[in-house]
Every structure is written in C-alpha cells, then in structure tokens.
C-alpha cells in the first residue's frame, strides 16, 4: 500500500477537437470506497474516467496535459506503459461487450495475456471470479458456451469477473447499469459495495439515487469542471455551492 | 380510392413477378447447358469425363480433369495470395491509419478494381510472366516459360485485392469500439486486441468477403487466359502451365465446331464451372451459419 490515495490528478486539461473538455482536475480519489462522478450528460464525466486508464490514446485529436498519478506513478509521462497501467484497472462499461468467445475464455483471456499458460491455474481464476461475481451457479454447467448467450444482466457480470480476473487494484464504471433492467442493476449495484473493501471503486452515473445509495463520495462535474467532491451526504444534503444544489434539486440537469 | 389499392397491389405482384424471373434465371441456365450438354453422356460416362486427363476432341477423347485442376489451383493460389495482403491492409486501414491516408487509399483502391480485366492480362504478361520466369521458378527448377499457373493466380489475387479489402475494411469499421475497448482495459495490447478480438469477431464478414473474392476468381477469363500458358494438362507445381475452364471455353468456342460432340463439351465446361460456383457458394454459405450461429451477437 502507498501512503497517498491510489489515484490523483493534478491540473489536468483534456482537449478534444479543440474543445476544452476537462478543465483544471486537481482530485484525489479515496481509497478502497465508491466513488461517484455525477453530472449532466456531456459535462465530461466520462472523459475523465477514461484519462483513468488511458483510454482516450485511441481517439483522434486529443491533448491531455497535466498528470494522472496512479500508484505514485504519472501515467501520462512518457516512459509510462500503457498494458501495465490498464493492467491496475477493471473497467465496465455502459453495455455489456463479452468478447467474442466462450464464457470461460472470456475470463481467462486477461491473465492469458498476461503470461499465465497453466489450466490448473487459469481454472481456479475463472472459478473465483466467477464465484466474485455471483455467476459461478448460473454458468457452471456451459463455462464453454459461447458468452452472448448469457442475459444482458449475466454478461455484464461476466465483463466484471473479465476484469477481476487481471487482479486490478481499481475498478473504473462508465455507467455500467445504464442497460440493464431493475434486479440485474440491483445485483451490480450490492456487487460495487461488496468488491469496495477490496478495490476502490469510480463510477460515472447520471442517476442521483443510484449515486446515493451506493457511494461513499461524489464528484459533481458541470462544464468540464469539478465544481463540488465530497462525502456523499455531504454533497446530496447539504451541497456547498449553488449549481451543485441546483443540480441535486433537478433544476438543471 | 379504390384505384390506389388497385395500384398498390399490383405493383407488389410485379415486383413479385420481377424477383421470380430474375432468380429463376440460375436455374434456366443451368438446365440450359445440362440439356446442350447432354449429347456428351450418351457417348461418355460422368466419371470418364471427370477423371479422364486426355483432351482430344478430334480422337472423341474428352478429359476434363487438367481443366478442373487449372480452375482450382488458379483460384487457390489467388487466395492463398491474396487473403493475408488483403486482411493486414484492411486492419492497417482501418485500424492504424490516419483519416487522411484512409481517404486516399480507399478510392485508390477501387480505382484498382474498375481497370478492365484485359489490362490486368497484358500487365501480366510484361511484368508477371518475366518476373516468374527469370527470378521466382530458376530458384526451384531447370526452366519455366513463366506462362505458370501461378502467374495466373497472381494476377488474378492483384485482381481481387481491392474487393476483398473494401469489404473486409467495412466490416472491421462495424466492431464496436467498446468491444475493443474492454480488451484495451484488460492489459492487452493493440495488436492483441486486433488478433485475439477484432479478427475474431469479424470473421464471418471475412469468409463472406472471401466468398464473393473466389465467385469472381472463378470466372474470371480473359486476364487469366492470357498468362496461364493454357495447356490441357493438370499442373503437378506451381510452375507448370494450367488452362482453367472458363479459359477453354473462350478460347474455343465457335471453332472447330464441325467435330462431333465439340459443342456439347464445351457447354460441360460451362455446366461444370456453373456447378463449382453454386457447390462453393453452398458450402460457405453452411459455413458462415456455423460461425454466425456460434459467436453472434
């Protein structure tokens, strides 16, 4: 364990297109708790997610200046490399995409990846992750079976224990119940709070009520900007700034 | 009132009546040749004039396995050729290029397939034919005229490169960036991604390009024709000369003709190209249903 929180950003600013999307992110993200990014759509919250792990390296015109520390270490400097940071993280997104192989492939394929070539060893990784993420009962008798037979709700626990299955250290959430229906939200949602004594957990979420039932901490993000972060009830009750109660209150959204 | 329902329903039977035609056109072609084909039977047996390798039509001696061999063999070598080329230059265009060299290659590229098979045929002869001959068959063998069925296949991959690149560039265009994403986050790295996920999920939009590649392979004539050597003897290597069997119709048909049977064997040829095409079209089509059925979502 490092003494300072596993991820924190300093003066980051993020351009795309030449649109300023992130302005001046200075944030620490606390450990081993929920953390919610909250705000309206296109105020940038999952654009500052995906500086998390790099995830913006694909886009075309992108400039991101500043620094994300992760683990004491700046990922955006240059002799930064990109699979062993990514390693450090599970991300789920908005949809469930298992990968276009068998259940039991898809939660190997990370530590397969990774160098880990023997089956005793790949078994009992896919056994736990499973078992982690609720699935083990429900796929036990069909881990060769193809992964998009599963339900959206059963494949979106699948991407989870995917992504488990590379011993990240963070779990990162781009609105990961945003598809799904009421129980299998519901089933996401206890996993989140179960898995955060062991990760430390940030999601982005553009539903308030699921951002307070589940979060130790929320950011507000409008306009690109981190206008309110702090203890959940905190920011929901008792807000500090106007646009954050204004925002709570559902007068801008 | 009445009139537009009149109107609206005739002009769904018309249209009804349009698809029957044009779909039935396969059919009427194919008991069009087996019927002007059919005088052959009656003298030789199927077996015979598949597995007889002697072509002398004035001695009644209709073989037609070198021709079977040269169409296969033309058409493998064009996609053994071809397909690798094609594959990493859609994932370089797609995946790897910038906008700016995607917008100029792409029409390029179809510039390429809108030149007439004939200049393909001549290129061949001037550029392919000597290359075979003083560089590529002196590393294996004594001499070549270089008129090989694998100049053939060259040129006929150089001929199915740019579909086989269009098609198989718009269906890695259709992968899901997250579905590239989540293997991203894993750890992996691009190549992996593009290995291990990309290809993978593409992979019936492949076959299916390749499916259409080869249709073309088959028939194509004139280009082919002209560099292949055209000598009724099945190819043993590369080297040796192949005479496929759109090649023997065209260069054929209408001469000679006052030899009994001619005519009949030539519409077999016709009729076996016919056949070749609808087996291959068939099998890949079952194929296709299995990897849709088995990774599809």
Same mark, same amino acid.
């Given at each position: 364990?490092?003494?300072?929180?596993?991820?924190? /950003?300093?003066?980051?600013?993020?351009? $795309?297109?030449?649109?300023?999307?992130?302005?001046?992110?200075? %944030?620490?993200? =606390?450990?081993?708790?929920?953390?919610?990014?909250?705000?309206?759509?296109?105020?940038?919250?999952?654009?500052?997610?995906?500086?998390?792990?790099?995830?913006?390296?694909?886009?075309?015109?992108?400039?991101?200046?500043?620094?994300?520390?992760?683990?004491?270490?700046?990922?955006?400097? =240059?002799?930064?490399?990109?699979?062993?940071? !990514?390693?450090?993280?599970?991300?789920?997104?908005?949809?469930?995409?298992? &990968?276009?192989?068998?259940?039991?492939?898809?939660?190997?394929?990370?530590?397969? $990846?990774?160098?880990?070539?023997?089956?005793?060893? &790949?078994?009992?990784? /896919?056994?736990?992750?499973?078992?982690?993420?609720?699935?083990?009962?429900?796929?036990?008798?069909? @881990?060769?079976?193809?992964?998009?037979?599963?339900?959206?709700?059963?494949?979106?626990?699948?991407? @989870?224990?995917?992504?488990?299955?590379?011993?990240?250290?963070? %779990?990162?959430?781009?609105?990961?119940?945003?598809? @799904?229906?009421?129980?299998?939200?519901?089933?996401?949602?206890?996993?989140?709070?179960? @898995?955060?004594?062991?990760?430390?957990?940030?999601?982005?979420?553009? $539903?308030?009520?699921?951002?307070? !039932? #589940?979060?130790?901490?929320? /950011?507000? /993000?409008?306009?690109?900007? #981190?206008?309110?972060?702090?203890?959940?009830?905190?920011?929901?009750?008792?807000?500090?700034?106007?646009?954050?109660?204004?925002?709570?209150?559902?007068? $801008?959204? | 009132?009445?009139?537009?329902?009149?109107?609206?329903?005739?002009?769904?039977?018309?249209?009804?009546?349009?698809?029957?035609?044009?779909?039935?056109?396969?059919?009427?072609?194919?008991?069009?040749?087996?019927?002007?084909?059919?005088?052959? *039977?009656?003298?030789?047996?199927?077996?015979?004039?598949?597995?007889?390798?002697?072509?002398?039509?004035?001695?009644?001696?209709?073989?037609?396995?070198?021709?079977?061999?040269?169409?296969?063999?033309?058409?493998?070598?064009?996609?053994?050729?071809?397909?690798?080329?094609?594959?990493?230059?859609?994932?370089?265009?797609?995946?790897?290029?910038?906008?700016?060299?995607?917008?100029?290659?792409?029409?390029?590229?179809?510039?390429?397939?809108?030149?007439?098979?004939?200049?393909?045929?001549?290129?061949?002869?001037?550029?392919?034919?000597?290359?075979?001959?003083?560089?590529?068959?002196?590393?294996?063998?004594?001499?070549?005229?270089?008129?090989?069925?694998?100049?053939?296949?060259?040129?006929?991959?150089?001929?199915?490169?740019?579909?086989?690149?269009?098609?198989?560039?718009?269906?890695?265009?259709?992968?899901?960036?997250?579905?590239?994403?989540?293997?991203?986050?894993?750890?992996?790295?691009?190549?992996?991604?593009?290995?291990?996920?990309?290809?993978?999920?593409?992979?019936?939009?492949?076959?299916?390009?390749?499916?259409?590649?080869?249709?073309?392979? *088959?028939?194509?004539?004139?280009?082919?024709?002209?560099?292949?050597?055209?000598?009724?003897?099945?190819?043993?290597?590369?080297?040796?000369?192949?005479?496929?069997?759109?090649?023997?119709?065209?260069?054929?048909?209408?001469?000679?003709?006052?030899?009994?049977?001619?005519?009949?064997?030539?519409?077999?040829?016709?009729?076996?190209?016919?056949?070749?095409?609808?087996?291959?079209?068939?099998?890949?089509?079952?194929?296709?249903?299995?990897?849709?059925?088995?990774?599809?979502?």
């Amino acid at each position: 364990m490092t003494q300072h929180p596993l991820i924190r /950003v300093k003066d980051l600013n993020v351009h $795309i297109d030449g649109h300023h999307i992130l302005k001046n992110i200075n %944030i620490s993200i =606390p450990d081993k708790s929920v953390t919610s990014i909250i705000g309206p759509s296109g105020c940038g919250k999952t654009t500052l997610l995906k500086t998390f792990n790099r995830l913006l390296d694909d886009t075309a015109n992108v400039t991101v200046s500043g620094s994300v520390l992760v683990d004491d270490e700046d990922i955006y400097a =240059p002799e930064a490399e990109v699979t062993h940071i !990514r390693k450090k993280m599970g991300l789920l997104s908005q949809r469930p995409y298992p &990968l276009p192989m068998s259940i039991y492939d898809n939660v190997a394929y990370g530590p397969r $990846i990774h160098g880990t070539r023997d089956k005793s060893t &790949l078994d009992s990784i /896919v056994e736990k992750q499973l078992k982690d993420t609720g699935l083990w009962d429900e796929v036990k008798d069909r @881990l060769h079976g193809p992964a998009n037979r599963l339900s959206i709700g059963q494949q979106q626990r699948l991407c @989870l224990a995917r992504g488990l299955a590379v011993k990240p250290e963070i %779990i990162l959430g781009d609105e990961s119940t945003s598809a @799904l229906d009421p129980v299998s939200t519901h089933t996401i949602e206890d996993l989140f709070v179960r @898995l955060k004594a062991q990760y430390t957990i940030v999601l982005v979420t553009h $539903i308030l009520r699921q951002a307070r !039932r #589940i979060s130790d901490y929320i /950011v507000f /993000v409008y306009m690109g900007e #981190i206008v309110e972060f702090g203890p959940t009830d905190e920011v929901l009750l008792h807000p500090k700034e106007e646009l954050t109660r204004q925002y709570v209150k559902g007068f $801008i959204s | 009132m009445n009139f537009r329902i009149v109107k609206d329903k005739l002009i769904a039977n018309v249209m009804l009546i349009l698809s029957i035609s044009s779909v039935s056109f396969v059919f009427l072609i194919g008991i069009g040749l087996y019927l002007r084909a059919a005088p052959l *039977f009656e003298e030789h047996t199927l077996l015979s004039l598949f597995r007889g390798s002697n072509w002398a039509p004035s001695k009644n001696q209709f073989g037609f396995y070198p021709f079977i061999m040269g169409t296969l063999s033309v058409t493998l070598i064009a996609i053994v050729v071809a397909l690798p080329l094609c594959l990493l230059t859609a994932i370089y265009l797609t995946e790897y290029a910038k906008p700016g060299i995607r917008k100029v290659m792409l029409p390029l590229m179809n510039i390429l397939a809108g030149i007439p098979p004939v200049i393909y045929g001549v290129w061949g002869i001037f550029f392919v034919v000597p290359i075979v001959r003083e560089y590529i068959a002196p590393q294996f063998m004594e001499y070549s005229s270089g008129y090989t069925v694998l100049t053939g296949g060259v040129v006929l991959a150089v001929m199915i490169f740019p579909i086989l690149v269009s098609i198989v560039s718009e269906v890695l265009s259709t992968i899901p960036k997250e579905l590239k994403d989540a293997s991203l986050s894993l750890g992996a790295t691009k190549w992996e991604t593009i290995k291990k996920v990309v290809v993978k999920r593409a992979r019936p939009g492949i076959v299916a390009a390749m499916v259409l590649a080869v249709s073309r392979a *088959f028939g194509e004539t004139i280009a082919v024709l002209m560099v292949c050597g055209n000598v009724p003897v099945a190819p043993t290597s590369v080297f040796d000369g192949g005479y496929p069997l759109p090649a023997l119709i065209a260069n054929n048909f209408g001469e000679m003709m006052s030899i009994p049977l001619y005519d009949s064997a030539l519409m077999f040829a016709a009729l076996l190209l016919f056949v070749i095409i609808f087996l291959f079209n068939l099998i890949s089509r079952i194929i296709l249903n299995r990897i849709e059925h088995k990774y599809s979502s």
